[in-house]
Structures are given as C-alpha cells and as structure tokens.
C-alpha cells in the first residue's frame, strides 16, 4: 500500500522558519522523482519544487527561490522542504507527489497528472 504522509505545517510569523517532511512507503523510493506542490486558498495548485532520487539535482518556482530548499534521504524514504523567510503568500496546503524518474527525466515541475502517488498534504500559515 502506497503512501505519502506530510507533517511539519503549522502557524508561523513572517519571516520565521518551517521543516516539511514527506514519508514514503509501499514503492521503491529511490527512483521516484520527489516533488512539493502548494495549493493557497482560491487558487490552483501550484508546483514548488523538485529533486531527483539519483544525484539529488533540483529545481524551484521562482516565488521560493533562495527561501527553500529541498532535501531527501533515500535510506529514510523522506524528502524535505526547508521553508525560510517565510511569506504570508506561502501561506498554502502543502503536497509531496511522487514519479517514476525514468519516465519523467531531469527534475523540473511536471504536469500533476505525469505524478503516480500523492500526500494528503500539510497546512503551512504565515500570519503576525
């Protein structure tokens, strides 16, 4: 049984600091390209960021670059999203999703339907 369980979401002031985490089961987390989507209030899902499984190469949204940074250990089944200088923009669900790397290629943000497995997804708040 697969499953993507996210925490570390929470209420945090501007500027402040958050840790997301996203554990992985029932696949072969290794070769699986490991992504964090956000969806705020009234809008569309969108992608933030990505990391491959093999060299750990990555890639961000424009709106999280320099704040972020994504992580994973593979002997853990985990990636992580370091939050900092938080917004209240960013404030969102957050999602992890999975995808096969050999099917998807260099990690960038993929279309949410090229994704096999997805979290139920984390509240982040950035409010005074």
């Known amino acids: 049984q697969v499953q993507l369980v996210e925490s570390g979401g929470g209420l945090v002031q501007p500027g402040g600091s958050l840790r997301l985490s996203c554990a992985a089961s029932g696949f072969t987390f290794s070769s699986y390209i490991m992504s964090w989507y956000r969806q705020a209030p009234g809008k569309e899902r969108e992608g933030v960021s990505s990391i491959s499984p093999s060299d750990g190469s990555t890639y961000y949204a424009d709106s999280v670059k320099g704040r972020f940074t994504i992580s994973r250990d593979n002997t853990k089944n985990t990636v992580y999203l370091q939050m900092n200088s938080l917004k209240p923009e960013d404030t969102a669900e957050y999602y992890c999703?999975?995808?096969?790397?050999?099917?998807?290629?260099?990690?960038?943000?993929?279309?949410?339907?090229?994704?096999?497995?997805w979290g139920q997804g984390t509240q982040v708040t950035v409010s005074p």
């Open positions: 999703a999975a995808g096969e790397d050999w099917r998807l290629g260099p990690a960038t943000l993929f279309p949410e339907y090229e994704y096999d497995y």
